[in-house]
């Protein structure tokens, strides 16, 4: 079993930065990759950015530029820097650890980007 638990959401303005984190918990040693995905209202979950174990990462190409994700394997914590937020990144962003026994998913935590 992993554990968890994403901060960081909140409202912003247009253009300005939020970071969001995540910190995992439990069975962290099986976890081969973090990654953050979104939902926004009456659209599917989307990946946003992902994280392998070795550092590799992946973006969805409406946050490249803009995004960056990247985790300290110390403190088993992937990071979401969000730079230049636009109203279009409203969304529940979650945190997703991709194990050898399967996913698991956080809470979420609320991103508002108010124009």
């Known amino acids: 079993q992993v554990q968890l638990v994403e901060s960081g959401g909140g409202l912003v303005q247009a253009g300005e930065s939020l970071r969001l984190s995540c910190t995992a918990s439990?069975?962290?040693?099986?976890?081969?990759?973090l990654g953050w995905y979104r939902q926004a209202p009456g659209k599917q979950r989307e990946l946003v950015a992902s994280?392998?174990?070795?550092?590799?990462?992946n973006y969805a190409d409406s946050v490249k530029g803009r995004f960056t994700i990247s985790r300290d394997n110390a403190k088993n914590t992937v990071y979401l820097q969000m730079n230049s937020l636009k109203p279009e990144d409203t969304a529940v962003y979650y945190c997703?650890?991709?194990?050898?026994?399967?996913?698991?998913w956080g809470h979420g935590t609320q991103v508002t980007v108010s124009s």
């Open positions: 997703n650890a991709n194990t050898s026994r399967g996913g698991y």
């Open positions: 994280i392998s174990r070795g550092g590799s990462t």
């Open positions: 439990g069975s962290i040693f099986s976890i081969s990759a």
